[in-house]
């Protein structure tokens, strides 16, 4: 089926629905209206091939919006919006990251303190250790040399991991497989389920299992952030989705956010369609089956729009203005239209360099990138960051969503399709950032 569905590029200022979105002409913030046409081209070019149902692309600069448009389609014999909402999955990291420093800000928690200070479970943990074949064993487990942190959950030093990723990333990595048996048996959720568990109940059971490296001695993405939404849960004593809406959705206007879309929103959620890339382009099911590599994640559950499992990770659907209005506040220093969220201090702890050492976040980024306590950051201008610069913080979702916020030039660029499996945008996402930084004319 043809899904290319076009869109006019608005230039005048619009309102649309509740929201009362400005758009803004590009000069006025020193971007050229002709440059950001090619972005028009670009994912219709996608949309043409059938790479992916469609996409909605939004470019702000000095706090402005300045291109905001819909392409494709959202389902089969339904336009993308702009206010489709989206399964932003690990996009919802960085919310999460931003609920645990509001804890920080009222001294309800240090950075440095052990997990264990408010999940008991975490204590006295074990790593494990991957025996030389021919052993008797295939591992054994030491003990810990220092309990896991805040911190470290938030810059994902924990050595906790992922199923799906190690099932597929590091799945020759010496001892994975009996690590993945390990998570297995003791039914571990990798956040990506819309399940009926309590996350507290799921995050016990991670808590008692070893853990893949010491604390603090490697970078690997994880269930880290699906632990620290627990952690806000306890901490606050507020169900975690209650306090993220009171905290940051509702005081930001975020007012199509949501663990749980309500039913009179349901409709507006965009499908997830399966991509090879090549212009094969198939519509998911109500009970898909997500895979990753051989290991099934989300048996018959996949594409719910609610469930009692609030992932940290990855629960959160919001729409691409949403979006927007969260990243920039991050860009303001915490604060957006007279309310503030964080203190600047804040904000530049979390976006600082230097919090998983030595270590790269190579999920997505390889050298030029840190990870600071929520998405990865530039350090410096690596190979493959020819667009940004020093200091820009990003992150992604699993169903092809992405958002860049870079303070030197003071813009916001996000992308939301929803199109599986996730590496295929990479090289899409890397000419939407040239596109957008080529568009700046002052």
Avoid at 202 to 227: C, F, I
Avoid at 263 to 284: H, I, P
Wanted: net charge neutral; charged share 25%; glycine share 8%.
């Amino acid at each position: 089926m043809h899904l290319k569905i076009k869109t006019l590029l608005l230039l005048a200022c619009i309102t649309l629905g509740a929201n009362d979105i400005e758009i803004v002409k590009p000069e006025t913030v020193g971007l050229s209206t002709d440059r950001l046409t090619n972005i028009d081209k670009l994912i219709n070019q996608h949309i043409d091939e059938n790479k992916i149902p469609g996409a909605v692309v939004l470019v702000a600069r000095n706090g402005k919006i300045a291109y905001h448009k819909a392409m494709g389609a959202a389902d089969i014999d339904m336009p993308m919006k702009k206010d489709s909402i989206m399964r932003i999955m690990s996009m919802s990291k960085p919310i999460t990251s931003v609920a645990t420093m509001l804890l920080y800000e009222e001294g309800k928690l240090l950075l440095s303190d052990p997990v264990s200070k408010y999940i008991p479970e975490f204590k006295n943990q074990k790593v494990f250790v991957p025996l030389p074949e021919g052993s008797a064993f295939s591992y054994k487990l030491i003990p810990v040399k220092r309990e896991v942190t805040i911190r470290d959950l938030l810059a994902h030093t924990s050595g906790l991991m992922y199923i799906g990723i190690a099932a597929g990333v590091h799945y020759d990595k010496p001892g994975r497989k009996d690590m993945i048996e390990l998570y297995k048996e003791a039914d571990i959720n990798d956040g990506y389920c819309r399940t009926d568990e309590e996350i507290g109940d799921m995050v016990k059971r991670l808590a008692k299992l070893p853990l893949t490296t010491q604390p603090g001695e490697l970078w690997e993405y994880s269930l880290s952030t699906d632990v620290l939404g627990y952690l806000v849960e306890v901490v606050s004593g507020v169900k975690f989705d209650k306090y993220v809406t009171d905290n940051i959705f509702k005081p930001l206007k975020m007012h199509d956010s949501y663990f749980n879309v309500p039913k009179e929103k349901t409709a507006r959620v965009a499908r997830v369609f399966k991509s090879d890339w090549k212009g094969s382009l198939v519509r998911t099911t109500d009970d898909e089956v997500l895979v990753q590599g051989e290991l099934v994640m989300c048996p018959n559950d996949a594409y719910k729009t609610s469930g009692t499992y609030l992932s940290g990770g990855g629960g959160v659907l919001s729409t691409v203005y949403d979006y927007f209005r969260f990243s920039q506040m991050l860009l303001n220093g915490g604060e957006l239209d007279g309310t503030r969220v964080l203190s600047r201090k804040t904000v530049e702890l979390m976006t600082a360099t230097n919090h998983s050492g030595i270590y790269n976040p190579s999920l997505l980024h390889d050298a030029g990138w840190k990870f600071g306590l929520g998405f990865a950051i530039q350090k410096d201008r690596g190979h493959n960051v020819d667009a940004g610069d020093p200091g820009a913080f990003e992150w992604a979702g699993l169903y092809s969503t992405r958002f860049s916020v870079n303070p030197k030039e003071k813009t916001v660029i996000i992308f939301m399709s929803q199109a599986t499996p996730f590496g295929h945008h990479f090289e899409l996402w890397d000419k939407l950032l040239v596109q957008s930084a080529s568009a700046i004319i002052d």
